[in-house]
């Protein structure tokens, strides 16, 4: 019913920019929250930025100051734009959104929380 794809990922050198795409399809009602993750070999998912449909904005530490989250709410699209990057943010990252979906069949919504298939991004040194 609904599908997120990401577009952006790709190999830059430390101190470079790189900027992520996520648009979401499909049959929606309403986009609340959209994000991004990373997860890094050996590590544990972990969130990078969020973004809520009312403006307001959460950051790793490891990122406020370097990275923007912004979203197109006519397209249904956050992006990520990543500057002075480093090495430690290579990882893939993942695109994610709290979507409530519209059922036609049965005139009804349904709220759930989407991921997109990952993007690698790799900063050499």
């Known amino acids: 019913q609904v599908q997120l794809v990401e577009s952006g990922g790709g190999l830059v050198q430390a101190g470079g920019s790189l900027r992520l795409s996520c648009a979401a399809s499909?049959?929606?009602?309403?986009?609340?929250?959209m994000g991004w993750y990373r997860q890094a070999p050996g590590k544990q998912r972990e969130l990078v930025a969020a973004?809520?449909?009312?403006?307001?904005?959460n950051y790793a530490d490891s990122v406020k100051g370097r990275f923007t989250i912004s979203r197109d709410n006519a397209k249904n699209t956050v992006y990520l734009q990543m500057n002075s990057l480093k090495p430690e943010d290579t990882a893939v990252y993942y695109c994610?959104?709290?979507?409530?979906?519209?059922?036609?069949?049965?005139?009804?919504?349904?709220?759930?929380?989407?991921w997109g298939q990952g993007t690698q991004v790799t900063v050499s040194s």
């Open positions: 973004l809520t449909s009312g403006g307001s904005t």
């Open positions: 499909g049959s929606i009602f309403s986009i609340n929250a």
């Open positions: 994610n959104a709290d979507i409530r979906v519209w059922y036609a069949s049965s005139w009804s919504t349904e709220k759930g929380d989407y």
